[in-house]
C-alpha cells in the first residue's frame, strides 16, 4: 500500500472512527487536557495580550454579533466624530463604548457610551418610557 493510500484510509478510518460518541467524547477529552498544560496555557496567555490578537477579536465579534466589520465600526465612530449622539461625552474607545441595534430588527442604529446603552437597555428600548421619563424629570425642574 503506497504513501498516499494509507493517508487516504487512515483519513477515512478517523472520519468513522469519531463519529462513534463514546471516541468524540475521548478525542475532545485529549484535547482539553492538552489546552491546560503549562506550555499551552503560557502560549495564549501571551497571544491574548497582544495587540494584534485584540484587534483581531475586536473585529471577529463585531462581525458575528453585529455584521459590522472592525473598517465600519470605526467608520462609525468617525461619522459620530468620536462623540456619544445622546449624552455628547467623548467615546473612550475602550470597553465602555457599546454598539446600539434594535433588538427586533437587528440594525445598528450607532455607537454609544456604556451608560446610555445601559439607559437604553434598562427602558427595554421603549419610546413611551422615555417619555415618561423626560415628563417624571421636567416635573422635579420645574
Avoid: W
Amino acid at each position: 500500500m503506497n504513501s498516499i493510500l494509507k493517508k487516504e484510509y487512515k483519513k477515512e478510518y478517523n472520519k468513522k472512527y469519531y463519529q462513534i460518541p463514546k471516541n468524540k467524547e475521548h478525542k475532545r477529552e485529549l484535547g482539553r487536557k492538552y489546552d491546560k498544560t503549562p506550555k499551552r496555557i503560557k502560549y495564549f496567555k501571551e497571544r491574548s495580550a497582544t495587540l494584534e490578537y485584540k484587534k483581531y477579536m475586536k473585529g471577529y465579534l463585531l462581525q458575528k454579533e453585529y455584521g459590522i466589520s472592525l473598517e465600519g465600526y470605526n467608520k462609525r465612530i468617525e461619522q459620530q466624530q468620536g462623540i456619544c449622539p445622546i449624552c455628547n461625552r467623548l467615546l473612550d474607545m475602550g470597553k465602555n463604548t457599546h454598539v446600539d441595534h434594535n433588538h427586533n430588527t437587528g440594525k445598528i442604529r450607532g455607537i454609544l457610551c456604556s451608560d446610555c446603552n445601559h439607559a437604553i437597555g434598562l427602558l427595554r428600548d421603549s419610546i413611551p418610557a422615555f417619555k415618561n421619563a423626560i415628563k417624571y424629570l421636567e416635573k422635579d425642574n420645574n
